[in-house]
């Protein structure tokens, strides 16, 4: 079984991507910037006999993404990282603060490699890892009032392709997820979606990503 590391597991599709990974043996390592939500996922886990570990991280910073992840590895064999922390600030481009925008490309883009940096002398080291970009379908085509996100998801598209060339021949994968909506908290506090019952639950696209990132480079989940 795998040692799964995965990014803003505590809400959301991180969260429903831990339970899933989690019911088929697999050991999580929970990360985000909130460690009650983490232990949360941490106690359901483990009420269901799996097992699975909490570490609050803000991705953002630099140097704490590798102290941790130093602590991580000393203590866990982790063979597969997903980064799937994310945030997101909807409007006109001219609607959107300078720290909404920080916000936006530290988190997605800045986070995510962080993430990957941190980790990947180590995932280089076992005999097969794997990591898994959430991305969203924001990261294939601009969409009104999405600027700014979408630039940060294709950024993380360019980062993902340019990765599967240069990890091409070692033993560790990528897979690229590029999938629609879903109805999480990830859209609380925004009025971006006018009707969220028409959004996918977490849920079925983390079952989805599961079944589907065997071998792929790339997923689109519409």
Known sequence: MDIIAITGAGTGLGKELALQ???QGHTIIAIGRRLSPL??????IEHSGGKAFAYPLDIRCYEE????VNE??????????????????FGPLSSLSRQQI?????????????????????LLAMPKAK???IISTAGLRGKVNEAVYAATKFAIRGFSESLVKE????????????MGGMDTPFWNGSDHIKDRSRLRPPKEIAKQIIACEDGQTEIILS
Do not use: C
């Open 39 to 44: 232990m949360d996922v941490v106690w359901h």
């Open 65 to 68: 993404v590798t102290h941790t």
């Open 21 to 23: 990974y989690a019911k």
């Open 167 to 178: 990890l091409e021949g070692t033993n560790v994968s990528v897979t690229a997820v590029y």
């Open 131 to 133: 990591i898994v970009n």
């Open 102 to 122: 920080d916000e936006m490309i530290q988190t997605n883009v800045n986070g995510t490699i962080y993430m990957t940096k941190a980790f990947l002398p180590h």
């Open 72 to 89: 991580i590895v000393k203590q866990h064999r982790v063979t597969h990282l997903v980064n799937n922390a994310g945030i997101g600030y």
